[in-house]
């Protein structure tokens, strides 16, 4: 089987490092999907589930993601997320009020800078809520 090398990372930490056979990515015109050996792309990310198959595990490995850039060479993919977490430490709760506190930021905001910081917050919780979807669909 054949394998590239994943890193995922955000602003604060890697998320994911290792192999994978298969990754999709949601970027701006639709989900990609990624085998190895892909021919070499740029393009940006939007919110949504990043999904990882991975040899050696039955399950994907699933992240949301917010927003950020892919960058794919034929043995590297690589995602610099504005905002990623991995599947198991989503809350369904958690992530729906921090969506419904982002928009009254979004709302309430005096300022550009208060305005950018409530965005971002709303695309990682709207990014968090596809993904854990996307779980509860995929467990049907």
Do not use: C, W
């Amino acid at each position: 089987m054949s394998t590239m090398q994943v890193e995922v990372v955000s602003n604060e930490h890697s998320i994911f490092s290792g192999e994978a056979s298969f990754v999709v990515v949601p970027t701006q015109t639709g989900e990609l999907g990624i085998y190895p050996r892909h021919e070499p792309i740029m393009s940006l990310v939007r919110p949504g589930a990043l999904r990882l198959t991975v040899p050696g595990q039955n399950e994907e490995v699933l992240v949301a993601v917010s927003g950020g850039v892919l960058e794919v060479q034929p043995h590297k993919l690589t995602v610099l997320a504005d905002v990623a977490v991995r599947s198991a430490e989503m809350d369904q709760q958690r992530a729906e009020e921090a969506k419904k506190a982002a928009e009254s930021g979004i709302k309430g905001a005096k300022d550009d800078k208060a305005r950018a910081a409530a965005q971002a917050a709303l695309a990682a919780a709207i990014a968090e809520l596809k993904t854990l979807d996307y779980l509860r669909t995929q467990k049907k």
